[in-house]
């Protein structure tokens, strides 16, 4: 596996890669990152991860400073993982001094996490569109756990005709159902008991979808005590709906979706 630190390394390295795969990350990598490094590797004869802490989706210091970073661990879970090139760039080489060139995609950031979390959604396009002109990648790996920056990462491509295809993969979830996130590290054991009332309102808001109920009610009256920052029904594309729900436990947000319609692209 070869590490790479700056966009011209990047551009050296992929010189002729004709078919790569681009997994982007914040590290503090785990099984979830791992289904999508898997997914990059089978259909790509070249696999890219980049493990950048972007500091422009943060839009909150204490946040950002308490983010969890052990890039030795990354390296060898990337490595383990079979990943072909980690590009791991400082801030500065992603935001060097006088950038001020932004990307916002107006509709779909407003609102759920966007209203949370005042322009993290204009760092995450931006950070993405930088990723993907740098790297040049086929495809582009994104997880379902993060529905929003889906629908949003999908119309950039498409309202920017760039040339990347997005795949979506499942939320991968530990045994008792909670998606896995890097955040989760920082749940104390109550709170982490307190945390799984979350996926299983959506897992009940679901199931009375199925049934012609109405999801989003049934999931609020299923948080045993939880209090949402929002639930709603979410397009993630054309014909592609999920259940998407945010809330704070102790001091961590946690957000997690279901598929009520469609299939993941
Ligand atoms: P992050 O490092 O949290 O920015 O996540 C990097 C990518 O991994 C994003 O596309 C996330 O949606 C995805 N991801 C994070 N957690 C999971 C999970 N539990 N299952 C599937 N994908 C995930």
């Known amino acids: 596996m070869k590490v790479v630190r700056t966009i011209a390394e990047v551009r050296e390295t992929l010189r002729d890669a ?6 982007p990350t914040m590290g503090a990598l785990h099984a979830g990152h791992a289904a999508l490094f898997r997914r990059a590797r089978e259909e790509n004869r070249l696999s890219v991860a980049s493990v950048f802490v972007n500091p422009a989706q943060f839009d909150d210091d204490a946040d950002l400073a308490a983010y969890p970073r052990d890039e030795e661990r990354d390296l060898a879970f990337a490595e383990a993982e079979g990943v072909d090139v980690v590009f791991a760039p400082s801030a500065e080489e992603m935001y060097p001094p006088g950038f001020q060139t932004w990307v916002d995609v107006t509709e779909l950031s407003r609102g759920l996490e966007g209203e949370a979390r005042p322009g993290h959604f204009r760092g995450v396009a931006t950070v993405c569109l930088k990723l993907f002109n740098v790297v040049r990648p086929q495809r582009a790996y994104f997880g379902q756990k993060d529905a929003q920056q ?16 997005i795949r979506i993969v499942p939320t991968v979830r530990d045994d008792d159902g909670l998606a896995l996130s890097s955040r989760n590290e920082r749940l104390s054991g109550d709170d982490r008991s307190r945390a799984l009332a979350l996926p299983r309102a959506l897992a009940a808001g679901a199931a009375a979808a199925r049934e012609g109920g109405d ?26 709906r999920v259940l ?3 809330a704070r436990v102790g001091s961590i947000r946690l957000i997690d979706n279901v598929l009520l319609e469609g299939e993941l692209p």
Not at 18 to 23: F, I, Q, T
């Open 150 to 165: 889906v629908a949003i990462v999908r119309r950039l491509v498409r309202d920017l005709a760039l040339p990347v295809e």
């Open 215 to 240: 999801p989003v009610a049934t999931a609020r009256s299923s948080l045993n005590g939880l209090s949402p920052d929002y639930i709603a029904v979410l397009e993630l594309d054309d014909g592609v």
């Open 18 to 23: 004709a078919d790569v795969g681009l997994v």
């Open 244 to 246: 998407a729900a945010a």
